[in-house]
C-alpha cells in the first residue's frame, strides 16, 4: 500500500511567510533533532535564531489549524472503503514534574510510573488498520478543582472526539480500554448507531438469560476448559450488548479471563483480534514522547501546548506514511534514516512536505 503524503500548507490557506517559516522550523526540528526539543536546540540543529523558531509559539492559534487541518486531510486521503479501520481512543499523561506555571497541567495517575505525577492529560483518538496509525486529533482535559469552567470527564471528551469522527468515518470502529466502558458511554453509542469494542470490568453485573450478576461470576458466559473464547448476548442497565469473554496467559504463567463488550455480534476469534488492534496507540504514545518531545514543552499556556502537541503529531504522520511507502518496521526506522542523512529521498520527501 502507497501512502501519498499531503503537502503541510494546505493551498485553501493564505500562510503568511512568518508562520510558513516558523512551523517548517518546529516541526522539521522534532523530526531532525535528536536530543531534547526546545527552541534553542531546535534552532542550534537547524542553524537559525532561535527566535525563529520560537515564531512558532507567536501564531499558535493559526498554527493549530493549520496542522489540524493537515491531519484532517491525511485522514480523508486514507482508503477506509478498503479493509478494516478502527479509531483507538485513549488518554495519554504528559509528564510535566516540576512545571509550577503550566495552564491545565494538574496531578494525574500514570499507569507507566505506577504513582500520581503532576501533568497535562489529553484524550486522543488515533485512525489504524494495523498496518499503519495515524494521530488523528485530541482534547485536552482540565480539573474540576482547578479549571472548573473549562472541566470536562474523559468520557465526555472522548464522545465529542466520537461526534467528529462519527461524521466523516461512520463505518469505522472505536476502540478503548475499561475506563471508557461505562453505562453513559454504552447508551451514548447505542444512540449513535456507532461500533464499538472495549474492555470491561470483571466485576460490572450483566444480565444474561434472564440472571442478573457480576460477569466473573455468571454461569451464562462460562466456557469449558478446552474452549479459548465465547460470545453471548446480553444486557448492562438495560443496555443491549455484546459480551466476549477469553482467556489470557498473564506475565506470571498464570490463566486468567479477560472480558470486553461490544456491538458486534462475531466470533469470539475475530473480536480478540480486533481489540488488539488497541494497542497501536500506545505505540504512538511511545514515540512521540521518546522520539519526537512529546513532553518537551515548556510554555506556559495551554493553547502553546496544544500546538506542540499537534506538531507533534503532523511530525509522526509524516515518519508513519514514509514508513509505509518505504517498506520499513516502523517509524523509529524512518526517523534515523533522515536524521543520520543517509536516505536523500526522504529528506528530498521532507522538503517537499514542508513547501
Known amino acids: 500500500m502507497h501512502s501519498p503524503c499531503p503537502k503541510l500548507f494546505d493551498t485553501e490557506f493564505q500562510v503568511n511567510r512568518k508562520t510558513r517559516r516558523a512551523l517548517i522550523r518546529y516541526v522539521g526540528g522534532l523530526i531532525l533533532y535528536p536530543g531534547k526539543k526546545n527552541c534553542s536546540a531546535i ?16 501564531c499558535h492559534i493559526e498554527d493549530r489549524v493549520i496542522l489540524q487541518s493537515f491531519l484532517d486531510r491525511v485522514f480523508s486521503a486514507l482508503p477506509l472503503n478498503k479493509g478494516a479501520w478502527y479509531i483507538n481512543i485513549d488518554e495519554t499523561l504528559i509528564d510535566k514534574v516540576f512545571s509550577e506555571k503550566i495552564e491545565a497541567v494538574a496531578y494525574n495517575w500514570s499507569s507507566t510510573h505506577n504513582n500520581t505525577l503532576k501533568g497535562l492529560a489529553i484524550v486522543v483518538a488515533v485512525i489504524t488498520n494495523g498496518k499503519i496509525t495515524i494521530p488523528i486529533t485530541f482534547k485536552t482535559w482540565y480539573s474540576s478543582k482547578d479549571f472548573p469552567d473549562k472541566h470536562k470527564t474523559r468520557i465526555e471528551l472522548a464522545q465529542e472526539l466520537m461526534i467528529e469522527i462519527h461524521k466523516k468515518a461512520p463505518a469505522v470502529m472505536f476502540l478503548m480500554d475499561g475506563a471508557f466502558s461505562s453505562e453513559g458511554m454504552l447508551s451514548f453509542c447505542a444512540n449513535h448507531k456507532m461500533r464499538y469494542c472495549m474492555r470491561f470490568h470483571s466485576n460490572k453485573k450483566v444480565v444474561i438469560n434472564g440472571e442478573e450478576e457480576q460477569i466473573r461470576k455468571h454461569d451464562g458466559i462460562k466456557m469449558s476448559s478446552k474452549k479459548k473464547g465465547r460470545v453471548v448476548s446480553g444486557f448492562f442497565k438495560g443496555i443491549a450488548v455484546f459480551l466476549v469473554a477469553f482467556k489470557r496467559i498473564d506475565k506470571k504463567g498464570k490463566e486468567k479471563f479477560v472480558y470486553l463488550v461490544t456491538s458486534e455480534n462475531e466470533s469470539p476469534k475475530k473480536l480478540i483480534r480486533t481489540y488488539k488492534k488497541r494497542w497501536f496507540i500506545e505505540k ?3 514515540t512521540a514522547k521518546q522520539h519526537l518531545g512529546l513532553r518537551d514543552c515548556q510554555a506556559r499556556s495551554a493553547s502553546k501546548q496544544e500546538a506542540h502537541i499537534f506538531a507533534v503529531f503532523v511530525a509522526y504522520a509524516f515518519l508513519e506514511i514514509q514508513k509505509i511507502n518505504h517498506r520499513a518496521k516502523n517509524p523509529e526506522q524512518i526517523l534515523h534514516k533522515i536524521r543520520r542523512g543517509r536516505s536523500t529521498q526522504l529528506i528530498d520527501q521532507f522538503e517537499t512536505f514542508c513547501n
Open 43 to 58: 534552532a542550534r540543529a537547524s542553524n537559525v535564531n532561535h527566535e525563529i523558531v520560537y515564531e512558532f509559539f507567536e
Open 284 to 286: 504512538v504514545f511511545r
